[in-house]
Nanobody
Framework: QLQLVESGGGLVQSGGSLRLSCTAS????????VGWFRQAPGKEREGVSC????????NYADSVKGRFTTSRDDAKNTVYLQMNSLKPEDTGVYYC?????????????????????WGQGTQVFVSS
């Protein structure tokens, strides 16, 4: 079963940057679109971004557009989330997951739901 491990979180001041990594247990990750999700204290988990299996298409939540960038390096079985201009409201535990489906219509990537078990996540705390 494909397992993903998140890393790269930490404490950063508002306006700072972090790069998160999502590393897979084997090279089957290249067959899937991958999403990043986050869960803030007392809130439900929400989708942050997704990247297609080819790496050629991405999509972002409105709250992070223009600040976050997701990419993938299939040779390293790793998907990244570069987070710039961080805000206190970006605080939370960040998770990655393979996605059940992907489609591109009119240049817009639509990603399906996550599947499998959630990992431990990586904690991001942005101070004001």
């Amino acid at each position: 079963q494909l397992q993903l491990v998140e890393s790269g979180g930490g404490l950063v001041q508002s306006g700072g940057s972090l790069r998160l990594s999502c590393t897979a247990s084997d090279n089957t990750l290249r067959n899937y679109a991958v999403g990043w999700f986050r869960q803030a204290p007392g809130k439900e988990r929400e989708g942050v971004s997704c990247i297609s299996s080819s790496g050629g298409n991405t999509n972002y939540a409105d709250s992070v557009k223009g600040r976050f960038t997701t990419s993938r390096d299939d040779a390293k079985n790793t998907v990244y989330l570069q987070m710039n201009s961080l805000k206190p409201e970006d605080t939370g535990v960040y998770y990655c997951a393979p996605l059940m489906s992907e489609s591109v219509t009119g240049g817009v990537l639509r990603c399906g739901s996550a599947f499998g078990s959630w990992g431990q996540g990586t904690q991001v705390f942005v101070s004001s």
